[in-house]
């Protein structure tokens, strides 16, 4: 039966918003082990003439700064591959790799130096890939090699300063970071370079001994660009036809490796917009261009042409930049949430009996929160896919397949889905790393095993929040004798707050694991654990220790208003953790649109049906946080009603009535503009429209405010530490040293616990 792929596409749409209403939503995605042992998932698969040993394919993320400025990788990303295939993936992918820099002048910076890794030019850049290659077969994993026609309107317009050349695209587009500069069309002869480089690319690629193709043909690249009437509104000439590119790029590269060599496809079903957007789609300039989008249908036309010319498997998703939480799903979304798109493709391809070249079924394989092991094999043996991708849960724990083959799952390190360390650091000019693994993108440099002390120490750790367990934990393996203190009931110190909502399921997962990880260390007798104990210089001191390291977290920032501190006034800590505080209040009124206000807003409108205003003094909210996370709970906001009031602040506070003043001026920036990313600090843009002062003095009603306008480090205990001499050493980490986020906490963490 034909499915209606609209109703789909609306259908998962709506899922991947609502599912937190559901008061069972979050028990799917919980590491139970029931479907264990996982033997869809540890079965082989062949595609074209290569056989995987497993159902489990490593995503591609970005190899940004893994590179030399040459574009030959360097030892740093050939340890990182290689530490995933020793965990036991049996497909790896690269991140994207361009095969011109000639064409698309966002792929280099200045002196054509790449911050992407290489494969075309000099034979001076292919030793490194030999060696990813190598490192790779000798674990029994193979690796594809994921090449990208350009980034085109989604690379930065910094070129244009830097190069004094325009950003390319389909036609005339808005570049994405900055939409008020055009990106110019790639002229058909710049079409035919692109087409002969790819082919060059991969038969690099295959001479090199990588396994095989992944072209990125999704999210908004170039090549979608090129293969998406939303952007490709070209009137004439050879690539007006939609679907030309992609498969002339498919028969060159199948011209130049032959018929054996596996090629496989990224592709989104749809990319959403107008299911996104709906009434924007008319009324925002920059959305306006891109209505003709390619629809479902569409998609799986294409798909057969794909596979027609040559390509052996796809794997398959939603979304571009413009809804960027859809390619990057953040931890507002539900596990598995593209499930119902990987079978429809898979079905759509058995319903019409269409196979590959090689007289084989095209393996679909399924993206999108799949890090719960039970949640991927369900998948598999419910036919909903043929392969699952894993990207950041093998960021966070490389481990993965093998700890989920031998019944270790709760061994397994979870992602957190903040994408801080991968996504936005390297938006940040960084390169990719992990929020609870310290050593993702330092495998070069920090060993599996920090090594036993020479010495053994006692070692005092105050507070067990991400920073404390970390540095506990890895002192204990060195062989010190730790004790760790927690002035709560409970480990976690923020975690525990932070994982009250049901959005933040995988931070709940973490933070159980970490309570296991402490309690087989209480077991070996490396740790000891004191909880409801808050130690003062005297029981630190008396305790003889040699090292004491304070992580004793931080406080809510003092709110300079007039009647901060009445009744009915909390902080959004409290809140969380005792929500009965705010069990009577309908109104809510949150200060401070920070990522903590925005979750607190998403927490009462969502799960506890209130009426919620969340009031800021900066132009835009969640600044800093990571454009997928800041946009999809922005997004849900909105759906949910909450009121945001940006470039406000709070006057006086006097339950049921807090005084307000509101810039009102028609320059103030829409606080639910998603398809429009917040730039870093760094990059300046001339085109930003100054915002004028029209202030106006407002009331609103609240039956309970929640104060979320940051914090402040409390060292207070590790001040008259170092006054008072309770140790030779004494160490300030975590909330305690700066306020930061679980990535600084956990890498401090780490490095300390390694050096103690």
């Known amino acids: 039966m034909p499915v209606d792929n609209a109703a789909l596409i609306r259908n998962v749409l709506a899922h ?6 559901g008061r069972d939503a979050v028990k799917t995605s919980r590491p139970t082990g029931d479907l264990f042992p996982y033997t869809t998932l540890f079965s082989p698969i062949r595609v074209n003439r290569l056989s995987i040993k497993n159902r489990i394919v490593m995503g591609p993320m970005g190899n940004l700064g893994m590179a030399e400025e040459t574009g030959r990788p360097s030892q740093k990303m050939i340890a990182y591959f290689a530490e995933r295939a020793r965990g036991g993936a049996g497909l790896l992918t690269s991140g994207l790799i361009p ?45 594809f090699i994921q090449l990208t026609a350009g980034l085109g309107r989604v690379g930065s317009p910094e070129c244009l300063l830097s190069k004094h050349a325009l950003p390319v695209s389909a036609s005339w587009n808005p570049n994405y970071y900055i939409p008020q500069i055009p990106c110019r069309p790639v002229t058909d002869r710049q079409c035919r370079l692109l087409l002969h480089a790819a082919g060059q690319a991969a038969a690099n690629a295959k001479s090199l001994g990588i396994d095989g193709v992944y072209l990125h043909g999704h999210e908004g690249y170039l090549l979608e660009q090129m293969t998406n009437p939303a952007y490709n509104r070209r009137r004439w000439g050879r690539f007006a036809d939609w679907q030309a590119f992609g498969v002339e790029l498919v028969k060159e590269i199948r011209a130049r490796v032959g018929a054996d060599y596996p090629l496989m496809y990224r592709i989104d079903l749809s990319l959403a917009l107008a299911e996104t957007y709906g009434e924007r789609m008319d009324s925002v300039k920059t959305l306006r261009k ?51 798109i990987a079978q429809a493709v898979k079905e759509h391809l058995a319903e019409r009996r269409i196979v590959s070249n090689a007289g084989l079924p095209i393996p679909v394989v399924a993206v999108g929160k799949l890090g719960c092991p039970d949640v991927a094999e369900r998948a598999l043996r419910d036919g909903l896919c043929d392969m699952v991708m894993l990207s ?23 992602c957190i889905g903040d994408q801080e360390g991968c996504l936005n650091e390297i938006v940040e000019g960084g390169h990719i790393q992990c929020a609870v693994n310290p050593r993702t993108g330092f495998e070069d440099t920090l060993p599996e095993d920090p090594g036993r002390a020479r010495v053994p120490r006692r070692v005092a750790v105050v507070g ?45 997962n973490y933070l ?3 309570e296991h990880r402490v309690k087989m260390a209480e077991q070996e007798g490396s740790l000891h654990l004191l909880v409801r104990t808050e130690p003062d210089i005297e029981t630190l001191r008396q305790g003889r220790f040699d090292e004491v390291v304070l992580c004793t977290g931080a406080r809510q920032s003092t709110l300079p208003v007039e009647g901060a501190a009445s009744p009915g006034v909390v902080s959004a800590t409290d809140f969380l953790e005792n929500p009965a505080l705010g069990a009577a209040a309908e109104r809510v009124l949150i200060i ?108 609103l009603e609240a039956d309970i405010v929640v104060v979320a306008t940051g914090l402040a480090p409390d060292s207070s205990l590790a001040e008259a530490c170092a006054q008072g001499g309770v140790a030779p050493g004494i160490h300030r980490i975590g909330n305690a040293f700066q306020v930061g986020r679980i990535l600084e906490a956990v890498k401090a963490g780490y490095s300390l616990g390694s050096i103690l």
């Not at 820099?101 to 280099?108: A, F, G, K, Q, S």
């Not at 979304?319 to 499930?339: E, I, K, M, R, V």
């Not at 004790?483 to 009250?500: D, H, Y």
């Open 16 to 21: 991947i918003d609502d599912w937190p209403r």
């Open 99 to 143: 095969v011109d820099h000639r064409v698309d002048p966002t792929v280099t910076e200045r002196e054509t130096r790449s911050y992407l890794p290489r494969i075309n030019g000099p034979r001076s850049l292919f030793s490194g890939w030999r060696d990813i290659a190598a490192a790779v077969h000798a674990y029994g994993a193979h690796f």
């Open 290 to 340: 891109f209505k003709r989008e390619r629809t479902a249908a569409m998609t799986l036309q294409y798909i057969e042409r794909l596979v027609q010319a040559g390509v052996d498997m796809f794997d398959v998703d939603l979304g571009g930049y413009d809804n960027w939480w859809l390619p990057h799903p953040p931890l507002s979304a539900p596990s598995g949430c593209f499930l119902p």
């Open 392 to 414: 950041r849960p093998l960021l966070a724990d490389p481990q993965w397949p093998d700890k989920a083959r031998t019944g270790r799952q709760i061994d397994i390190t979870p």
């Open 464 to 508: 067990a929040g991400p920073a404390g367990i970390q540095c506990a934990l890895t002192a204990a393996r060195r062989g010190h004798s730790v004790t760790l203190f927690e002035k709560r009931e409970r480990i976690g110190g923020m975690l525990v707050a932070g994982s009250r909502p049901r959005i933040k399921f995988e931070v709940l």
């Open 512 to 514: 159980e694991h970490l």
């Open 592 to 699: 401070g649109g920070g990522a903590t206000g925005c979750e607190c807003a998403h927490y009462c409108a969502v799960e506890l049906g209130r009426q919620v205003t969340v009031v800021e003094m900066l132009p835009a909210f969640m600044k800093g946080v990571c454009t997928a996370n800041r946009g999809h709970l922005l997004h849900v906001l909105e759906k949910a009603k909450v009121r945001l009031l940006n470039c406000t602040k709070v006057i006086r506070i006097g339950l049921p009535e807090v005084v307000i003043e509101r810039n009102v001026s028609p320059t103030v920036p829409d606080p639910w503009c998603t398809w429009t990313p917040l730039l870093p600090e760094n990059v300046p843009n001339p085109m930003r429209r100054k915002i004028r002062e029209q202030r106006e003095e407002q009331r």
